[in-house]
T-cell receptor, first 117, second 113 residues
Framework: NAGVMQNPRHLVRRRGQEARLRCSPMKGHSHVYWYRQLPEEGLKFMVYLQKENIIDESGMPKERFSAEFPKEGPSILRIQQVVRGDSAAYFC???????????????FGAGTRLSVL | GQNIDQPTEMTATEGAIVQINCTYQTSGFNGLFWYQQHAGEAPTFLSYNVLDGLEEKGRFSSFLSRSKGYSYLLLKELQMKDSASYLCAVKIGRGSTLGRLYFGRGTQLTVWP
C-alpha cells in the first residue's frame, strides 16, 4: 500500500511564476491536509479538503494560494505569482474517512521543496 | 492563539534513555500526537494520547497530563537511527476545524555512539 505521494520533490520557480504542487493520498483516504514548513519553524496548517470540498482553509493566505481535491486525480496546491517568501517545504497529509473518534491519524508525504529565485 | 513548546535540541548516547518534553496552551484540546522526521523525509507517526497516562509501544512511550498541558516522548535503548527531529502536535477544535494539527518547532535529537 503506497504512502502519500507528493510531486515534484523539488520545484524551482522565478518570481511571478506559478507553482503547482500535487498530492496523491493513501489508498482509501478521503481527507487531505496541506502544511507549510519554513526553515527553523514548525509545520503550519494551511488547508483541509475532502473530495470536491474545502472543509477548512483558514490557514491559507487569502491571495495567490488555492487548493483543490477533485473527484478524480490528486489534490493540487496552487501558488500564483510566487514571491521569495513562498520558499518553503510544503507537506501533504491524508487520513481515512472519519470514524467518529478524534484519533484519525494523518499520514504525511515527503514534501515538495519550493525555491523561488 | 495556540502555543506549543518543546526544546530545540537534545543529545544522548547510544543505548541510553531520553525524554523529550512538550508543553501546550490551547483551547479545545482533542489529542496529542508525536511524529518523527528525518531530514528531507516525511514526518512519520509515532504515538497518540487523548487521555491522561502513559502509552507504550516498543522502545517508544508517550505520556499526557491534560491538566498540566504537558506531554513527553520517552525513547529507550537509543540507536543511531533515532537521530531525527521529533514533532509534538496538538489537535484542537470541533466540527470543520477538527482536522488541523498545531505543531511545535520540533526537537532535533542527536544520538552519539
Amino acid at each position: 500500500n503506497a504512502g502519500v505521494m507528493q510531486n515534484p520533490r523539488h520545484l524551482v520557480r522565478r518570481r511571478g511564476q506559478e507553482a503547482r504542487l500535487r498530492c496523491s493520498p493513501m489508498k482509501g483516504h478521503s481527507h487531505v491536509y496541506w502544511y507549510r514548513q519554513l526553515p527553523e519553524e514548525g509545520l503550519k496548517f494551511m488547508v483541509y479538503l475532502q473530495k470536491e470540498n474545502i472543509i477548512d482553509e483558514s490557514g491559507m493566505p487569502k491571495e495567490r494560494f488555492s487548493a483543490e481535491f477533485p473527484k478524480e486525480g490528486p489534490s493540487i496546491l496552487r501558488i500564483q505569482q510566487v514571491v521569495r517568501g513562498d520558499s518553503a517545504a510544503y507537506f501533504c497529509a491524508s487520513s481515512p474517512p472519519r470514524t467518529g473518534t478524534a484519533k484519525n491519524i494523518q499520514y504525511f508525504g515527503a514534501g515538495t521543496r519550493l525555491s523561488v529565485l | 492563539g495556540q502555543n506549543i513548546d518543546q526544546p530545540t535540541e537534545m543529545t544522548a548516547t547510544e543505548g541510553a534513555i531520553v525524554q523529550i518534553n512538550c508543553t501546550y496552551q490551547t483551547s479545545g484540546f482533542n489529542g496529542l500526537f508525536w511524529y518523527q522526521q528525518h531530514a528531507g523525509e516525511a514526518p512519520t507517526f509515532l504515538s497518540y494520547n487523548v487521555l491522561d497516562g502513559l502509552e507504550e509501544k516498543g522502545r517508544f512511550s508517550s505520556f499526557l497530563s491534560r491538566s498540566k498541558g504537558y506531554s513527553y516522548l520517552l525513547l529507550k535503548e537509543l540507536q543511531m537511527k533515532d537521530s531525527a527531529s521529533y514533532l509534538c502536535a496538538v489537535k484542537i477544535g470541533r466540527g470543520s476545524t477538527l482536522g488541523r494539527l498545531y505543531f511545535g518547532r520540533g526537537t532535533q535529537l542527536t544520538v552519539w555512539p
